[in-house]
């Protein structure tokens, strides 16, 4: 169990946003053949996360918000965010393929678009669920404006990113209209070819050392 408490944990924050949702909606056949889409899209969304030792904190009707703080997702939780997001990305392609029938238009331009920050955040029980507040979870999902099918980095997490997995991923500059601030400057990021394979947390290895005692007994 993740520890809720008024000390800020340091972790990256990562929001997927539905491009061109309401316009989604609208070229549903039926309000029934939609809600499905975006139920079994969600929960895909939903098991890539976790499976990427992600922590899934809600779906906001056209987006999910997740966080992958350095406590529980270990020390690689910057590549495991990225490699998560564009997982997402492609999960998302392929059930609105599988889901074409359900659309009396298909357009091609819809998918996520992902931001991702990195800073201190606070972890709160709210209606008996755990959520996540601060700074970084608003620029991650003011980055998620980034066209369909990108992950826009902020300032942060780039650095942090790139010090440590630099030779894992590349990135080009760009910039995103941010309303009341302005054009601010952010990286447009991708995983290498290079293949990685992440660390434990140390939760995870605590838990198979515990398990193999107990086979052991």
């Known amino acids: 169990m993740m520890p809720c408490s008024p000390m800020p944990y340091l972790g990256r924050n990562s929001f997927a946003d539905i491009r061109r949702s309401t316009e989604l909606m609208l070229k549903a056949r039926k309000p029934q053949l939609f809600a499905k889409f975006i139920s079994e899209t969600c929960s895909e969304l939903e098991s890539i996360i976790k499976l990427s030792h992600g922590v899934f904190d809600k779906f906001t009707g056209d987006g999910v918000l997740a966080f992958f703080p350095d406590f529980y997702s270990g020390p690689d939780a910057g590549l495991l965010a990225l490699d998560a997001a564009q997982r997402c990305q492609e999960a998302f392609s392929e059930c609105y393929k599988q889901h ?13 678009g992902i931001g991702i920050d990195y800073g201190p955040v606070h972890l709160l029980r709210v209606a008996g669920g755990i959520t996540v507040v601060g700074s970084p979870v608003v620029y991650a999902c003011r980055l998620s404006g980034a066209p369909a099918g990108h992950v826009y980095v902020n300032q942060p997490a780039f650095e942090v990113m790139f010090d440590k997995h630099g030779s894992y991923c590349y990135a080009s500059k760009s910039s ?42």
């Open 100 to 112: 074409r029938r359900s659309f009396a238009t298909v357009m091609t331009d819809v998918g996520l």
């Open 176 to 217: 995103l209209d941010i309303k009341h601030e302005g054009n601010i400057l952010c990286y447009d990021v991708k995983l290498g070819k290079t293949r990685f394979n992440a660390a434990k947390p140390e939760w995870q290895q605590a838990h198979e050392v515990s398990n193999n005692s107990g086979e052991l007994e």
